[in-house]
């Protein structure tokens, strides 16, 4: 009875380690995007349902890297227009004023 209990017990503690420690990973890098930074690459090792759950997991994290520069990419490009349009702005304003000057 005591052989079985400590193999039960044994065994509990080993699937607990071998599935609890990559989904806590997993978790903790939600925690991470949710506070707005993108975490590295997770390691994984198993070809299970959770190694296949961190490779997706991984994937996801380098398209929202890609998407987020690109997004800073826009973003810099509608700062730059904005920029020579306020410029544009400024000089068509007194070429504007001689134009009617030399009209009169």
């Not at 009875?1 to 607990?16: E, K, P």
């Not at 997991?57 to 700062?79: D, G, H, P």
Request: aromatic letters at 6%; glycine letters at 6%; charged letters at 20%.
């Amino acid at each position: 009875m005591l052989v079985a209990g400590s193999l039960a017990l044994a065994a509990g503690v080993f699937f607990s380690w071998h599935f609890l420690r990559p989904i806590k990973r997993l978790a903790r890098a939600t925690n991470v995007i949710s506070e707005g930074r993108l975490p590295a690459q997770i390691p994984y090792g198993s070809r299970d349902e959770l190694g296949l759950l961190t490779r997706s997991f991984n994937q996801m994290v380098r398209n929202l890297r890609r998407i987020q520069a690109k997004l800073v990419k826009s973003e810099k490009l509608v700062s730059l227009g904005r920029m020579a349009e306020g410029v544009a702005h400024e000089i068509r304003n007194p070429m504007n004023s001689m134009n009617v000057t030399l009209a009169c």
